[in-house]
């Protein structure tokens, strides 16, 4: 079975500074996607980054990057300059190659951008 | 291009009524996923579709959810005699495919509440 664990139940950070949201998995399969999504208050998931596990380099999407370390089984996000609009939920997702093709997801990480 | 939706948006209904919520994947998706999110909970998958294939419902928390795929892309969701504990956002989710790396998009989901 996979297991996301997001240790942060919530983060603060103040505009323009970087902040780094922690990941760690647990699989047993060789091969998977590690994805994060952003929730903000309206509800709705917003896909914002992946890495796959055979990926050599650390995803980037905009001011989103993922730190991939394989050895440890994490995955962090990390936002540089923080906006107010970041303010949101953020949950990390793990999919892997066997059985069904589902998501499992972390409890999520509130984060709170200060001005 | 148009991205999933979902209806109702909202729905309140007594304990014990039957309700049904829809979802409507992005267009030429094959794989289309159902989760549910209590109040500051993670997601928690119900079911899942891909193509013709027979659903996998193992997620489904009872008998009284039910789900169907009509013609490979509209699909309902179905929760007969609603209890208080079934109050929670339903959230579909559709995919390009099966494949561990490929991202699933999410719809606004449906907040149901169960008086």
């Known amino acids: 079975a996979q297991k996301i664990t997001q240790t942060q139940p919530g983060m603060f950070v103040q505009e323009k500074e970087a902040v780094t949201l922690d990941c760690t998995y647990d699989t047993s399969d060789p091969s998977y996607g590690l994805f994060w999504y952003k929730q903000p208050s309206s509800g709705e998931m917003i896909f914002l980054i992946y890495q796959g596990s055979y990926d050599q380099q650390n995803a980037t999407e905009g001011r989103y990057s993922l730190n991939f370390q394989k050895a440890r089984k994490s995955a962090n996000l990390v936002i540089s300059a923080s906006q107010l609009g970041d303010s949101a939920m953020y949950f990390c997702a793990m999919r892997v190659i066997s059985g069904y093709s589902t998501l499992t997801f972390g409890k999520g990480t509130m984060l709170l951008v200060s001005p | 291009g148009a991205g999933v939706s979902q209806s109702p948006s909202n729905k309140v209904t007594e304990k014990g009524k039957d309700v049904e919520l829809r979802c409507d994947p992005i267009?030429?998706?094959?794989?289309l996923y159902w989760y549910r999110q209590s109040l500051g909970q993670g997601l928690e998958f119900l079911i899942y579709?891909?193509?013709?294939?027979?659903?996998?419902k193992s997620g489904l928390p009872s008998d009284r959810f039910s789900a169907e795929r009509t013609g490979g892309s509209v699909s309902t969701l179905t929760i007969q005699r609603t209890q208080q504990e079934d109050s929670a956002v339903y959230l579909c989710a559709s995919s390009p495919g099966r494949g561990y790396q490929e991202t699933q998009y999410f719809g606004p989901g449906t907040r149901l509440l169960v008086l």
């Open positions: 267009s030429g998706h094959t794989a």
């Open positions: 579709f891909q193509g013709n294939s027979a659903p996998d």
